[in-house]
């Protein structure tokens, strides 16, 4: 196909003066006619209509947008500035076909939405048929359970040393992230598999002899607390939310001391964020690790913590009611005391400075 140069300039001049809805019409017609045509289009006649198409894409609607996506993904030679203005896109409808198959995203690309969107977009970028060791290493560093899971099973994922060594961390309390490199089934899963199983036994039978507790509560324990801790916090964990509590806290326990009086009192008084910000003072951990435990999608985390502090079961009662908004249904309720009055103080202990060093470890 013969493009004229000077077409596409002055189509470019000519939509910068009409408003929005016009100028995404035109590059609706505009990307018909690149789809129509582009088996026979040279890389410099692509780059033409990528120069314009870039420029209009913003004004293309929603659902275009999203069936453009969907037909650019598989398009040999897309347009790659279009292709990652999709890919950039904050809706995962628009973004994720171009994030998990197209090819006109390079490894540049690639880590710049990486280092910049959620998880939704880590998720689809995890799904891609090759995804190097760069971007994996970014995706273990700033993806949830689920972004991390589908690049462990992808079969094309590649991972570096430093890769391999934090999916061991976290494959030792992920049992969902072990069940997916099961479900690789390559030499890679593999190697990692073994080398899980045996950190995990490490764990159990170190934190069994030392304390004396229920192997089999340890083994629950180190399943279900680590991840769920280290996982990303949300809005709702951010450090400028417990400036002003920790500061009172700190200055309280400067002069009289804390204790657990304190964390049951805040409680009783609707400010979870100073029980929070008492928590941390006593176990001399981040405020930010204890607001990730309380907020984290089970109790375990947050029983953990407040047993290691050698909490009564009435104060983490109104802990846990502070967490849900609501009481523990009766059920859950006596599991999560019975849990509690088998784990000793010495043992949360040791597993919270387990979760909190596993944590540090994951981030650096």
């Keep these: 196909m013969t493009v004229d140069r000077s077409t596409l300039a002055d189509l470019d001049g000519v939509l910068a003066a009409r408003d929005a809805a016009e100028r995404g019409r035109a590059a609706e017609r505009l990307a018909e006619l690149f789809l129509a045509r582009a088996p026979g289009l040279s890389e410099d006649h692509v780059a033409l209509f990528d120069d314009v198409l870039e420029k209009l894409v913003g004004d293309i609607t929603f659902r275009t947008r999203v069936a453009l996506s969907e037909r650019f ?44 969107k959620g998880q939704e977009h880590l998720c689809a970028i995890a799904k891609r048929p090759s995804v190097p060791e760069v971007v994996t290493d970014v995706l273990l560093d700033r993806g949830g359970r689920r972004a991390v899971a589908t690049a462990a099973g992808n079969p094309g994922a590649a991972f570096s040393a430093d890769g391999a060594a934090i999916l061991v961390a976290r494959a030792q309390s992920d049992d969902a992230l072990v069940r997916a490199l099961a479900a690789r089934d390559d030499a890679f899963a593999g190697r990692i598999a073994a080398l899980v199983a045996k950190a995990r036994t490490r764990v159990r039978d170190t934190l069994a002899r030392e304390t004396g507790a229920d192997p089999e509560l340890i083994d629950a324990l180190v399943s279900r607390v680590g ?29 009289t001391g804390l204790a657990e009086i304190d964390a049951l009192g805040a409680l009783l008084d609707g400010r979870p964020a100073e029980a929070l910000c008492v ?41 846990i009611h502070a967490k849900l908004g609501r009481a523990l249904p009766e059920v859950l309720a006596e599991d999560a005391r019975a849990t509690f009055e088998r784990l000793g103080p010495a043992t949360a202990r040791r597993v919270l400075r387990a979760a909190l060093a596993k944590e540090r470890g994951l981030r650096h």
């Design 73 to 116: 993904a598989d398009c040999p030679n897309a347009p790659r500035k279009v292709v990652f203005a999709f890919g950039s896109d904050d809706e995962i409808r628009v973004a994720g076909p171009v994030l998990e198959r197209s090819s006109r995203l390079d490894v540049d690309a690639l880590l710049a939405i990486a280092r910049a």
């Design 227 to 255: 991840d769920e801790i280290a996982e990303k916090g949300d809005k709702r964990t951010l450090l400028g939310q417990f400036a002003e509590p920790m500061a009172a806290m700190q200055e309280r326990a400067a002069e």
């Design 279 to 319: 928590i941390a003072i006593l176990q001399g951990v981040p405020v930010e690790f204890v607001a990730r435990a309380f907020h984290a999608s089970t109790y375990a985390p947050i029983l953990v913590i407040a047993r290691a502090c050698d909490f009564r079961w009435k104060t983490v009662h109104h802990l």
